[in-house]
C-alpha cells in the first residue's frame, strides 16, 4: 500500500488548477453570484495562522459555491501602505517599496501553498499609482460633493519623532516609539464627513441580518446617537471676573438629561473652548492649567482615565429655572471639546464623573430622580450616582413625574423660553484622513499662498510618491524632500506646495472590495461589473476590524454612491469574524517565556526545555502573541505535513467565530484523518464498479447494509450542505468523519455492496473537496475519473433517501425543557411518555418527586407536571 505523498501531489494540482485556470472568475457573467472574500493581509513579511484561518474558511465557502453552480469572484490584494514598512527602512535602510514588494512575494508564494481557489489574476496592490490613482480621483470628488473638507484640529504630537500619533499610539500619555511626553497641537486636517451619514449607517444595520449581532452592536455604539437638549446658559461675573464680550449671550451645553437640571452644581467647559481659550489670554494660572490639560492626549480613553480635575474661571452660570441660582463655571479636563458643545452642566448626584468632581471640589450633591416607591426624604447619594429610572423629587413642577416626562416638559419650557431645543449628537466623529507619513498615499492637493488649497488638476493624476527620499531625519521625508513638493498654483500659477501629508490607510481599504470586480479597468469601477458582484456576499476578517474598516467601507460605498461611483449603499452582505488562534504557553525555570518549539513534552503535563532538559511550567492558552512566544509559524506545518492537513485542522476544531486553540495534537488528528481516507480509497478501489455503471436492481428496494449506507450518503449531503450554508464548519467535518466511518463499517462483496460503496466514497470525495482539496483530486483520479473535481458539481441528496423517520421530541418539567428525545415517527403515547421519564436532565428536575401528570402532544412534546 502507498503512503500518501502530500508534497508532491499537493503541487501536482496547485499546478493542474493554475495551468486550467480553474478559478479564473467568469467574464461577463449571467446567472447567480457569490462573491466570496477575505480581508486582504497587510504584507508583514511572512503569513501567520491568523491569516490561514481566515483564508481557509473563506476558501471552503468559495469552493462550495463554485460546485453549486454559481458564478464565483474570490480574489487576492495587499493593503500595502503603511507604519511598518517605514520603520523597515528607518531601522534596516531599506526602501518601503522594495521591502513591500518582497514580501508580497513571499507571501503571495505562502499562501499559493494552501491551495486557494484565488483569481491571481485579479491581484490589487494598494501602493500601486495604478490603484491610488483612483482614490485620488475619488478624494476631488468628495471634495466637490461636500464630504471632504480641511480644518484645524486638535491631534497627538509626538515632539521628538516630530509627527502626529493615533490616538492607540499614545500609551501612558507617551508616544509608543520615543517614549516622549505626547503634546496637544492643533494642525490643519483634511476631513471625510463621515458623520453626513451618521443616521443612513446607523439605520442601515437593519439591513444586515447576516452580520453578527455584536458587530452591529459595536458600531451601533460607535456611531453613538444620543437624543438630548441644547440649552443656554447666561453667565455673569464676581467682583473680580467679567464676561467677555463674545459671550454675553451665553454659552451652550448638551445634555442627555435635561430632566435632571434642578440638580445642576455647576457647569463645566472643555479646556479647548473659546470662553476658556479667551479667559487663559490673561491668566496665567488658567493658561497653565490648560497646558497641563493638552497633555493628556486626545483620546476618550487617555481623559477617562485621567483623575477629573478643574479650575474656576469666576464665571457664573444663572440656572434657567431657579432664579437665586449661580452656578460656578469650570474648566475641567474630562469635558471633549468635539463632542456636543464642549460644555456641560453638572448634576452629581445623577453622573458619576460629576459626583467625583464634586466631592473634590466640595460642590452640593442634591438628587431629583429617586428610584419608584422611595420616599424622597429618605434618599441620598453616598458614592455612587444613581442614573436609574424613577420619578422627579426636588425639581419643582417636574415633581412626581417620571424621567422621559420630565425631560419632554423641560425641553418644551426651554424652547418656549428661547433657551434651549431638542437635538440629538453622535459619538461618531468626522474622519481625519491626514498623516505625516511617507508611505502612503499622497492627498492631490496644492497649497497657494494666494489661492489657499487646490485641488490638482485631474489631468495630473496621480500625484506619485518621489523614490528618492531619505528616512535619516525624523519626520516626514515628503516634507523635506528638495524639489517634490514645489509646484505652480494650477490656479494662478505661482509657486505653490503640494500636501505632504498621505492618506491614513484605512483609506484604501476602504474601496478595494469594488476595485476587484474589475481589476484593470481604466476608471476606478466598471459599473457593469460593479452592478454585478456587489454587494459582497460573504466577507470574512476579523473582529478587530468590527468598527473602524467596516464602518469606513459602508461610508465610502455610500459616499461612492452619492458621486455617482456604485449603486450600492452597502458593501458587506454577510460578514463572518474569525475567532483568535491560540497556543498554550510555557516558561523556564527564570519565568522567561519560550517557544514551542524549544519546549518536549515529556508526560500528561510535564515538559522539559530541548535544549538542557530543565523542567518548564505551562500556561494556559492565549491568543499567539510574539511577546509570550506562543506562536507557531504556519509554513513550517505546511511543510512538513501538507496544506490539506492544516486546512482540515483548522476547521474541525471550534466554530469559526470562536477562539481555537493551536495544538500538535490536532493536527496530528488531522493528518491521520487523511491517512485513514486515503487506505479506505485504497483498499476498495480495485473491486469497485465502473464510474458510472448502472445502480444494481436490487439497491433499489434493499433495506439491508447497502441500503442503508445509501440513505446515511444522501442523509451526509444534506446536512454538510447545510453545515457550509450556515457556516458551521466544525459540524460539517464531525458529519464527514461520520460519512468515512459508515463507509469503512460497510463489509461484503456482493455487487449492491460494491457499487453503493463507489457512491458513498465519491460523495465523500465531492463533500471533503471544499475542505482538503489536494487530495479529494487524487482519490477522484484514484475512483477512475479523468475530469478534475473542482469542475464537478456539488452532489443533490436524494429527497426520498433522506426522509426522516424520527423526530424530535421537547421534553419539558413545568414547562421548563429539561431535554430532547429522538424518537421514531408517530412513537405511541406510552412509549413517549417512558422515555421522557428517563432522561437524565427530567429525572434531576423532578428531584425524585412522582409525576402528577405526564401531557403528550404526539411528534412534538412531552411535559411532565409534578
Ligand atoms: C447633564 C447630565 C446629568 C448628564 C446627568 C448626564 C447625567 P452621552 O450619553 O455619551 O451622549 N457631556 C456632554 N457633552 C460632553 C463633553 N463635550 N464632554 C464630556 N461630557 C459631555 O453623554 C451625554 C452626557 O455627557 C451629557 O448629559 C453631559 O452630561 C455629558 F445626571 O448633562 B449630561
Ligand atoms: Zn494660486
Redesign the pocket.
Known sequence: MSRYDFKANEHKWQTAWNDSAAFATPTDPQGPKAYVLEMFPYPSGRIHVGHVRVYTLGDVIARYKRARGYNVLHPMGWDAFGLPAENAAIENHVHPAKWTYQNISHMRRQLQSMGLSIDWAREVTTCDPDYYRHEQKMFLDFLKAGLAYRRESWVNWDPVDHTVLANEQVIDGKGWRSGAEVEKRKLNQWFLRITAFGDELLNGLASLPHWPERVRIMQENWI?R?E?ARLRFLLSGDTSSKVPEAFAAGIE?????????F??AFV?I?PNHPLAETLAANDPVLKAFINQCNALGTSEEA?EKAEKKGLKTGLFADHPFIPSARLPVYVAN??????????????????Q??LDFARKYDLPVRPV?VPEGTDPTQFTIEDE?Y?GPGRLANSEFLDGRDVNDAKREVISRLEQAGQGKTEI?Y?LRDWGVSRQRYWGCPIPIIHCPDCGPQPVPEADLPVRLPDDVSFDAPGNPLARHPTWKHVPCPNCGKNGERETDTFDTFFESSWYFARYCAPDAEDAFNRAAADYWLPVDQYVGGIEHAVLHLLYSRFFTRALQACGYLGISEPFDGLLTQGMVCHETYRDGDGKWLYPEDVRREGADRFVKISDGSAVSLGRSEKMSKSKKNVVDPQTIIDAYGADTVRLFIVSDSPPERDLDWTDSGIDGAWRYLGRLWRLIEDSQATLPAPGAPMPAELGSDTGAAFELRRTVNKAIRDITDDIERLHFNRMVAHLRELSNAIADLKGDDPATRWARREALETLVRLAAPTIPHICEEMWVLLGHDDMLVGVPWPEADARLVADDTVTIAVQVNGKLRGKLELPLDASREAAEAAALDLDGVKTAMDGKVARKVIVVPNRIVNVVV
Open positions: 453613538g444620543s438630548g451645553v448638551f445634555t442627555t438629561r435635561p430632566d435632571t437640571l440638580g445642576a463645566a472643555a481623559i474630562f469635558i471633549l471639546m468635539d463632542y456636543g458643545t464642549g460644555a456641560i452642566f453638572g448634576c452629581p448626584a445623577h453622573d464623573r460629576d430622580v450616582a442614573t449628537t459619538r
